[in-house]
C-alpha cells in the first residue's frame, strides 16, 4: 500500500543524496544539521529501509536510496514547476483585465450580466472599461490596448480574432425631423441612394463602408455629408442637416434625443454586435471574460 511522504521530506532527502554531506546539505536547506539528520532518520523508519551509510569516510547511499533518488528528483521538479503554474494562475486572477469599445454594450444588461459571471469566477480581478474612438474598429485590440473588446463587425483583419456575436439588430436609418422620408413608417434603401450620408472615419476600414451600406448600392458610391467619430458628432450632423445615418436599432436612443427620428430600413441586413479577443496570445483573463459572456448571452436566449 502507497503510503503519504511529504514534499519537505524529499527535498531533506535529496540535498543529502546530491551532497553526501549532512553539514553542506543542512546549509543549503537553511536548516540545522542535527534537525536534518532527525528528518531523514524519521523517512527512512517511514520507509522501513536505510538510505544512507554513514561512517568515518563520509556519507553514501545505500540500494534503497540509489532506487529512491530519481523518483523523487522527479517529484520535486513536478512541484516546482506546478507551484510556478499555481504562481502564474494567481497573477492572472489579481491582474486587470482591459475591455474595450466604441459602442456600449448595454442592450438588455447584458455588460452586468457578464460581469456579474465574470467577478465571480475571478474575484481579485479588476475589470476596466475603456471608450475607444470610432477611429478604431477594433476598439483596442489591434493594438493590444485592450484584451477583449465589443465591436461591430465586419472587423479589419478578422482572422486576427475570435468573435463571439451577442446581438443581431436591425439597421435603422436616422434622419432630421424634418426630412421628406421622416412621415414615412419604412423606408427601402433605394430611396437612400442620393442622400449625403454620415460616416465613420476611413481608418474604421471595412466598417466604414457597412455602415454606408456599400454592398447594397450595386456600384454606385455614396455620398459623404460628414465624417463623425463619436455619438455626439452624430447627433450634432444630424440635426445640422449634414447627411443621414445608419444605426443599429440598440444604438437609436443614444441620438434620437430631440430632432432626430429613426425609421426601419428595408433591403439591408441587419448589424452584428460581437465581443472579440485575439486568436493567439489572449490572455486567461481574457477567455475567461470571452467564457462568461457566452453563458451570459445563452442565459439570455
Known amino acids: 500500500m502507497a503510503m503519504d511522504v511529504h514534499g519537505r521530506d524529499l527535498r531533506y532527502f535529496v540535498a543529502v543524496a546530491e551532497e553526501l554531506h549532512f553539514t553542506r546539505a543542512a546549509e543549503r536547506l537553511f536548516v540545522s544539521q542535527p534537525a536534518l539528520s532527525k528528518q531523514i532518520r524519521a523517512l527512512e523508519r517511514q520507509l522501513g529501509a ?8 563520509g556519507v553514501a547511499l545505500t540500494a534503497v536510496g540509489t532506487a529512491l533518488l530519481p523518483h523523487a528528483q522527479r517529484v520535486l521538479a513536478e512541484w516546482d514547476l506546478a507551484w510556478t503554474a499555481v504562481g502564474g494562475a494567481k497573477a492572472a486572477q489579481v491582474s486587470t483585465l482591459v475591455v474595450g469599445m466604441s459602442t456600449s454594450p448595454g442592450r438588455g444588461g447584458l455588460l452586468p450580466a457578464v460581469r456579474s459571471r465574470f467577478t465571480a469566477d475571478h474575484p481579485e480581478a479588476i475589470l476596466r472599461l475603456r471608450q475607444v474612438s470610432w477611429e478604431d474598429p477594433t476598439a483596442g485590440l489591434a493594438d493590444g490596448s485592450s484584451e477583449v473588446a465589443y465591436v461591430w463587425l465586419p472587423l479589419p483583419d478578422q482572422q486576427r480574432y475570435d468573435v463571439l456575436v451577442v446581438a ?22 433605394a430611396e437612400l441612394l442620393d442622400e449625403p450620408f454620415l460616416a465613420i ?9 457597412y455602415w454606408l451600406a456599400t454592398d447594397a448600392r450595386a456600384g454606385r458610391p455614396a455620398r459623404i455629408g460628414a465624417e ?7 447627433y450634432e450632423a444630424l ?10 436599432a440598440g ?17 439591408i441586413t441587419p448589424s452584428r454586435f460581437a ?17 462568461a459572456c457566452h453563458h451570459a448571452r445563452t442565459a439570455r436566449a
Open 50 to 57: 536505510t538510505l544512507f551509510d554513514r561512517d568515518r569516510q
Open 168 to 189: 443581431e439588430e436591425p439597421r435603422l436609418v436616422a434622419m432630421p425631423d424634418g426630412h421628406p422620408l421622416a412621415a414615412r413608417d419604412t423606408v427601402d434603401f
Open 275 to 291: 465581443l472579440a479577443w485575439p486568436r493567439t496570445g489572449a490572455t486567461p483573463l481574457a477567455r475567461a471574460y470571452a467564457e
Open 228 to 234: 463623425v467619430a463619436s455619438t455626439e458628432e452624430t
Open 239 to 248: 440635426v445640422a442637416g449634414l447627411g443621414v445615418v445608419l444605426v443599429a
Open 201 to 209: 472615419p476611413a481608418a474604421a476600414g471595412p466598417l466604414r463602408d
Open 251 to 267: 444604438n437609436a436612443p443614444l441620438i434620437t434625443l430631440g430632432g432626430v427620428t429613426t425609421r426601419p430600413v428595408h433591403g
